[in-house]
């Protein structure tokens, strides 16, 4: 089975058998798709290759930074420029990562050690001594900040003073990174001055966060992983520096989140009030806003040692196990109703969970969850931004992120599976035919179009190479004893020895955990290979299994070449597609047509081919639009919008809404308006980014206006390229937003936007798209049109026919069962419809082995009722 194009083919070849014979050979074909190298080892060969591949991979990418991008912040791979805050595009919040500090380098330091390029790694330290400052006007993330800068600074520093004792490299290093460090943290500490101690989400690193130059200081609420994921970095730098002040601080946040659980389920939310500790958002998961949090606590334990973290890890454990876990999903709950999910799809983020389950010894549900997420790697070429429990795209995008590579770094060296090496080896190789541009690696705006993005998030250096890397790596070939340290959320290497090395806080206060759980073996210590599966090396397959074809995709790694199938179909009057339906066989989109030449005598063979719409993976969305109606634009200029999951129903609305368009001041409207008198009775335009659609979209309410058009942050995102989607809301009820809410992409939006500058005052309707001014409805072709044919045996067996094909094409709107021999059937319904006589005539001019088309050949319906679901 291939498919070419949008088209998918399956062989089905009609002989005398019975339904059983039918699902034995289907069931064996399919075992014979399945068949992987998952059961084989990797020789040392094979992964010296595999891993001399990766070095060149991060050659192509570090060294693109380097020559098109430093000392910028990041590398612009598709521009070939680096990306310098304040002289590209605001994308919103995505820019507070980047703080004129080139976080890149400072990102990539410890993985040039790891990688064992050691002249490179001396060469980027003496680079970021001299180029990077850290007293720069401009607000970051404080979250963004401490993981990537501060944790790379320390990360490297750790790494310099390691190479220095060992007398051979860094000689002359003096703890500069150190220092760097102490100054990056001083500069960050501003942020947690609030009444609670949960720190603000962003800092000013020249002016902190009160003083009125800062320019920041006005939110109110934060993540639970931006407020949770410090004390590793934070204690880090306490203990290397002697200053407790840092690992405080940290403490008293975690203190906070685990003092504001909610007592019954054990669970916390994702977003926080950092003044009064209220939650904000009761949505409870281990993916985006939470994930890092719980990280942090059991690894804070290890880096550490104190039994707290490890309590407080272990019952928050046992929650998820018995609330947000379902084997192999992990769904959002409501903190305080966890029996019911909030939402029907999970983020790409909560892959780095399996990791953290074999940190706690729990590998069963780490394999399923794994696996889960392979087989949507599989289907999808990456991991979507989000998908569905039915595994299908929400959100499309792909930033290169380095979660999956992390679950499956962790579960190789726990099972020593080479399966996983498998694994690795397909994320390599997607990464290189998918990602791979001439300035580095893109990441990818819609995993469904492959459409690249221009941007190469510093993560992809810091992390993606570094476990890609040590997964075909043995331990006597590193530089470092791997295993002697414990990886950030950000894969920086900080050293369990500082437990013992370096003193603990002298006033570490922190609460006991008042109740105790259920312990198990390794609720206290590593898990052991031979105590969970006692002389069953291949446990692992053995849980894999069970999930092999979860997301209906059945090829396996290195699938071993497609056989045609020879099915029997019962002579009984049935339609085949009805036949087929009623054994529970389905058609799957696969990736190119297959053209079987194998020649059977006294059979029919039936060929199913279905045109596959590129939107089928979505819940269909209805598009709506944005269409300028004042002068000089008098409705020609029509923006295709996506709508929203609440406030009001513009499809219950006859005529749209119609308003002139103001731009929200901020243009994000994640806080109080300040331009609510020129936008009262108006529409507002804001920005996507920094906070959710139902937070903008109650600002904007109070301030008065009539209606919202969102615009996409990321640079261009068209109507075009990138599949329409639906606003949703933020977990919460969303009752009370009563205004319309659509949603442009950046070039749709850049067009309103250059209008309302160049114009003031534009008039514009937001009404669904089928509503728009002068657009005439589509009349939708319903039925089923049928064309069939069967050929006698004789023809067959003298060869006089070709072997007659059933053809089914499923289009959009219509379905037509189709005959290949054009000429013949014309001539039938020459008889029976008059206008049919010209099209088909032209139809049988074509080559005999071109089968009629949509396009080119019309049919009769010879049902007199039609059905649209054969």
Request: net charge negative.
């Given at each position: 089975?291939?498919?070419?194009?949008?088209?998918?083919?399956?062989?089905?070849?009609?002989?005398?058998?019975t339904?059983?014979?039918?699902?034995t050979?289907?069931?064996?074909s399919?075992?014979?798709?399945?068949?992987?190298?998952e059961?084989?080892?990797?020789?040392?060969?094979?992964?010296?290759?595999?891993?001399d591949?990766?070095?060149?991979?991060?050659?192509h990418?570090?060294?693109?930074?380097?020559?098109?991008?430093?000392?910028?912040?990041?590398?612009?791979?598709?521009?070939?420029?680096?990306?310098?805050r304040?002289?590209?595009?605001?994308?919103?919040?995505?820019?507070?990562?980047l703080?004129?500090?080139?976080?890149?380098?400072i990102?990539?330091?410890?993985?040039?050690?790891?990688?064992?390029?050691?002249?490179?790694f001396?060469?980027?330290?003496?680079k970021?001594?001299?180029d990077?400052?850290?007293?720069?006007?401009?607000?970051?993330?404080?979250?963004?900040?401490?993981?990537?800068?501060?944790?790379?600074?320390?990360?490297?520093?750790?790494?310099?003073?390691?190479?220095?004792?060992?007398?051979?490299?860094m000689?002359?290093?003096?703890?500069?990174?150190?220092?760097?460090?102490?100054?990056?943290?001083?500069r960050?500490?501003?942020?947690?001055?609030?009444?609670?101690?949960?720190p603000y989400?962003?800092?000013?690193?020249?002016?902190?966060?009160?003083?009125?130059?800062?320019?920041?200081?006005?939110?109110?609420?934060?993540?639970?992983?931006?407020?949770?994921?410090m004390?590793l970095?934070?204690?880090?730098?306490?203990?290397?520096?002697?200053?407790?002040?840092?690992?405080?601080?940290?403490?008293?946040?975690l203190?906070?989140?685990?003092?504001?659980?909610?007592?019954?389920?054990?669970?916390?939310?994702?977003?926080?009030?950092?003044?009064?500790?209220?939650w904000?958002?009761?949505?409870?998961?281990?993916?985006?806003?939470?994930?890092?949090?719980?990280?942090?606590?059991?690894?804070?334990?290890?880096?550490?040692?104190?039994?707290?973290y490890?309590?407080r890890?272990?019952?928050?454990?046992?929650?998820?196990m018995?609330?947000?876990s379902?084997?192999?999903?992990?769904?959002?709950?409501?903190m305080?109703?966890?029996?019911?999910?909030?939402?029907s799809?999970?983020?790409?983020?909560?892959?780095f969970?399996?990791?953290?389950?074999?940190?706690?010894?729990?590998?069963?549900?780490?394999?399923?969850?794994?696996?889960?997420?392979y087989?949507?790697?599989?289907?999808h070429?990456?991991?979507?931004?989000?998908?569905?429990?039915?595994?299908?795209?929400?959100?499309?995008?792909?930033?290169?992120r380095?979660e999956?590579?992390?679950?499956?770094?962790?579960?190789?060296?726990?099972?020593?599976?080479?399966?996983y090496?498998?694994?690795?080896?397909?994320?390599?190789?997607k990464?290189?035919?998918?990602?791979?541009?001439?300035?580095?690696?893109?990441?990818?705006?819609?995993?469904?179009?492959?459409?690249?993005?221009?941007?190469?998030?510093?993560?992809?250096?810091?992390?993606?190479?570094?476990?890609?890397?040590?997964l075909?790596t043995?331990?006597?070939?590193?530089?470092?004893?791997?295993?002697?340290?414990?990886?950030?959320t950000?894969?920086h290497?900080?050293?369990?020895?500082?437990?013992?090395?370096q003193?603990?806080?002298?006033?570490n206060?922190?609460?006991?955990?008042?109740?105790?759980?259920?312990?198990?073996?390794?609720?206290?210590s590593?898990?052991?290979?031979?105590t969970?599966?006692?002389n069953?090396?291949?446990?692992?397959k053995?849980?894999?299994?069970?999930?092999?074809?979860?997301?209906?995709?059945?090829?396996?790694?290195?699938?071993?070449?497609?056989?045609?199938?020879?099915?029997?179909?019962?002579?009984?009057?049935?339609?085949?597609?009805?036949?087929?339906?009623?054994?529970?066989?389905?058609?799957?989109?696969?990736?190119?047509?297959?053209?079987?030449?194998?020649?059977?005598?006294?059979?029919?063979?039936?060929k199913?081919?279905?045109?596959?719409?590129?939107t089928?993976?979505?819940?269909?969305?209805?598009?709506?639009?944005?269409?300028?109606?004042?002068?000089p634009?008098l409705?020609?200029?029509?923006?295709?919008?996506?709508?929203?999951t609440?406030?009001m129903?513009?499809?219950?609305?006859?005529?749209?809404?119609?308003?002139s368009?103001?731009?929200?001041?901020?243009?994000?409207a994640?806080?109080?308006?300040?331009?609510?008198?020129?936008?009262?009775?108006?529409?507002?335009?804001?920005?996507?980014?920094?906070?959710m659609?139902?937070?903008?979209?109650?600002?904007?309410?109070?301030?008065?206006?009539?209606?919202?058009?969102?615009?996409?942050?990321?640079?261009?995102?068209?109507?075009?390229?990138?599949?329409?989607?639906?606003?949703?809301?933020?977990?919460?009820s969303?009752?009370?937003?009563?205004?319309?809410?659509?949603?442009?992409?950046?070039?749709?939006?850049?067009?309103?936007?250059?209008?309302?500058e160049?114009?003031?005052?534009?008039?514009?309707?937001?009404?669904?798209?089928e509503?728009?001014?002068?657009?005439?409805?589509?009349?939708?072709?319903?039925?089923?049109?049928?064309?069939?044919?069967?050929?006698?045996?004789?023809?067959?067996?003298?060869?006089?026919?070709?072997?007659?094909?059933?053809?089914?094409?499923?289009?959009?709107?219509?379905m037509?069962?189709?005959?290949?021999?054009?000429?013949?059937?014309?001539?039938?319904?020459?008889?029976?419809?008059?206008?049919?006589?010209?099209?088909?005539?032209?139809?049988?001019?074509?080559?005999?082995t071109?089968?009629?088309?949509?396009?080119?050949?019309?049919?009769?319906?010879?049902?007199?009722?039609?059905?649209?679901?054969?």
């Amino acid at each position: 089975m291939k498919r070419k194009g949008n088209k998918l083919c399956w062989h089905l070849v009609h002989t005398s058998g019975t339904e059983m014979l039918l699902r034995t050979l289907l069931i064996t074909s399919l075992l014979g798709w399945a068949t992987c190298q998952e059961s084989q080892s990797m020789t040392p060969e094979e992964k010296t290759v595999i891993r001399d591949q990766i070095i060149e991979m991060f050659d192509h990418a570090y060294g693109s930074y380097m020559k098109y991008a430093y000392p910028a912040d990041e590398l612009m791979p598709l521009s070939c420029r680096g990306r310098v805050r304040g002289q590209e595009p605001n994308r919103g919040d995505i820019d507070d990562s980047l703080g004129k500090f080139s976080l890149t380098l400072i990102d990539t330091l410890d993985t040039l050690v790891v990688l064992n390029k050691l002249d490179e790694f001396e060469d980027a330290v003496k680079k970021a001594m001299t180029d990077v400052r850290l007293d720069n006007d401009v607000v970051v993330s404080v979250f963004e900040t401490n993981i990537r800068v501060l944790g790379g600074l320390l990360g490297a520093h750790v790494m310099a003073d390691l190479l220095r004792q060992r007398g051979e490299r860094m000689l002359w290093y003096r703890d500069e990174l150190l220092h760097m460090a102490k100054e990056l943290g001083h500069r960050l500490l501003p942020a947690f001055n609030t009444t609670s101690g949960l720190p603000y989400p962003k800092v000013n690193l020249r002016y902190g966060v009160l003083n009125p130059l800062s320019r920041t200081g006005t939110e109110s609420d934060t993540c639970t992983a931006c407020a949770g994921t410090m004390i590793l970095e934070f204690a880090a730098l306490s203990r290397l520096s002697g200053n407790s002040v840092f690992e405080e601080h940290a403490r008293k946040a975690l203190d906070v989140l685990w003092q504001r659980r909610q007592r019954g389920s054990d669970l916390v939310g994702t977003v926080i009030n950092i003044h009064n500790a209220e939650w904000v958002r009761r949505e409870s998961g281990v993916g985006a806003g939470i994930d890092s949090y719980y990280e942090y606590l059991m690894k804070a334990y290890i880096l550490l040692g104190d039994n707290v973290y490890l309590e407080r890890f272990n019952i928050h454990y046992s929650a998820i196990m018995k609330y947000i876990s379902q084997p192999p999903l992990l769904l959002n709950v409501h903190m305080h109703n966890p029996t019911v999910n909030v939402r029907s799809w999970m983020d790409s983020l909560l892959a780095f969970f399996p990791g953290l389950q074999v940190l706690r010894g729990d590998l069963k549900p780490a394999i399923e969850t794994h696996e889960m997420l392979y087989q949507v790697t599989k289907q999808h070429k990456f991991l979507p931004e989000a998908f569905t429990t039915e595994f299908r795209v929400h959100w499309g995008q792909h930033l290169l992120r380095p979660e999956f590579a992390e679950s499956t770094y962790y579960l190789y060296k726990a099972t020593g599976d080479p399966y996983y090496l498998r694994v690795g080896q397909s994320i390599v190789e997607k990464l290189n035919a998918y990602a791979r541009v001439p300035c580095g690696f893109a990441a990818v705006q819609d995993v469904r179009t492959g459409i690249h993005e221009d941007r190469m998030d510093s993560f992809f250096l810091a992390e993606m190479f570094k476990y890609l890397y040590l997964l075909f790596t043995d331990k006597s070939q590193l530089p470092i004893d791997i295993d002697d340290y414990i990886f950030t959320t950000e894969a920086h290497l900080l050293p369990v020895s500082l437990s013992i090395t370096q003193p603990p806080c002298q006033s570490n206060n922190t609460e006991p955990v008042p109740a105790s759980i259920e312990e198990d073996m390794f609720t206290h210590s590593c898990p052991s290979m031979e105590t969970l599966f006692p002389n069953n090396p291949s446990f692992a397959k053995t849980i894999r299994d069970n999930y092999k074809y979860l997301t209906g995709v059945g090829r396996a790694f290195h699938p071993s070449p497609v056989r045609e199938i020879e099915l029997p179909l019962h002579d009984n009057e049935m339609e085949p597609v009805e036949f087929l339906k009623s054994m529970g066989i389905s058609l799957t989109p696969l990736n190119e047509v297959f053209a079987g030449q194998t020649e059977h005598k006294a059979v029919y063979r039936v060929k199913l081919v279905a045109e596959v719409n590129h939107t089928m993976e979505e819940e269909e969305v209805l598009p709506h639009v944005v269409q300028l109606i004042s002068p000089p634009f008098l409705g020609r200029t029509v923006l295709t919008a996506g709508p929203a999951t609440f406030g009001m129903d513009l499809t219950k609305q006859e005529h749209g809404v119609k308003g002139s368009i103001v731009r929200a001041s901020p243009y994000t409207a994640c806080e109080p308006i300040d331009s609510a008198v020129a936008l009262k009775g108006h529409i507002a335009l804001a920005l996507r980014g920094d906070c959710m659609f139902a937070v903008k979209a109650r600002w904007l309410q109070e301030a008065g206006a009539i209606g919202v058009i969102f615009i996409d942050h990321r640079e261009g995102s068209n109507s075009v390229d990138t599949p329409l989607f639906q606003m949703v809301g933020d977990g919460d009820s969303t009752e009370d937003i009563t205004l319309p809410l659509v949603f442009l992409f950046s070039h749709e939006g850049a067009v309103l936007t250059e209008a309302l500058e160049e114009h003031h005052n534009v008039d514009v309707l937001l009404l669904p798209k089928e509503r728009q001014l002068g657009h005439d409805k589509a009349k939708k072709t319903l039925g089923m049109n049928i064309k069939l044919r069967l050929a006698d045996e004789e023809e067959l067996e003298d060869g006089s026919a070709r072997g007659p094909t059933l053809e089914f094409v499923l289009e959009k709107e219509e379905m037509f069962l189709q005959e290949e021999e054009e000429e013949e059937l014309c001539e039938q319904q020459q008889q029976q419809q008059q206008p049919a006589q010209q099209l088909c005539s032209k139809a049988a001019e074509k080559d005999r082995t071109d089968p009629c088309s949509a396009d080119s050949c019309q049919t009769t319906n010879f049902n007199s009722k039609p059905d649209a679901n054969p």
